[in-house]
Nanobody
Framework: QLLESGGGLVQAGGSLRLSCAASGRTFSSYAMGWFRQAPRKEREFVAAITRSGGSTSYADSVKGRFTISRDNAKNTVHLQMNSLKPEDTAVYYC???????????????WGQGTQVTVSS
């Protein structure tokens, strides 16, 4: 089970830190990803991190502003979001899969999502 937290309302240029807590003992066996879905748009890839945390990848739209990290001892993955823009407004989902990818079909488990709203 995956549970996201940390969403909210923030002004443009501000920051938020999303967290995703995973239950179970096999968290380190899964790569983790963050995706988002804005109203009337398809779900899109945001960031991914390998099982060890040694490698990360980002969508071009967030590169340099967002940072994904994980703590395998605490079964958590984070998404630090800086310099937020109104176009970052979406529901953000964390997901767990066998390997890190920008393709949503790779991920087996999904959280319920947390709303991020960036005002201009």
């Amino acid at each position: 089970q995956l549970l996201e937290s940390g969403g909210g309302l923030v002004q443009a240029g501000g920051s938020l830190r999303l967290s995703c807590a995973a239950s179970g003992r096999t968290f380190s066996s899964y790569a983790m990803g963050w995706f988002r879905q804005a109203p009337r748009k398809e779900r899109e890839f945001v960031a991914a991190i390998t099982r060890s945390g040694g490698s990360t990848s980002y969508a071009d739209s967030v590169k340099g502003r967002f940072t994904i990290s994980r703590d395998n001892a605490k079964n958590t993955v984070h998404l630090q979001m800086n310099s937020l823009k109104p176009e970052d407004t979406a529901v953000y989902y964390c997901a767990a899969g066998k390997y890190a990818s920008d393709a949503s079909r790779v991920y087996e488990y999904w959280g319920q999502g947390t709303q991020v709203t960036v005002s201009s």
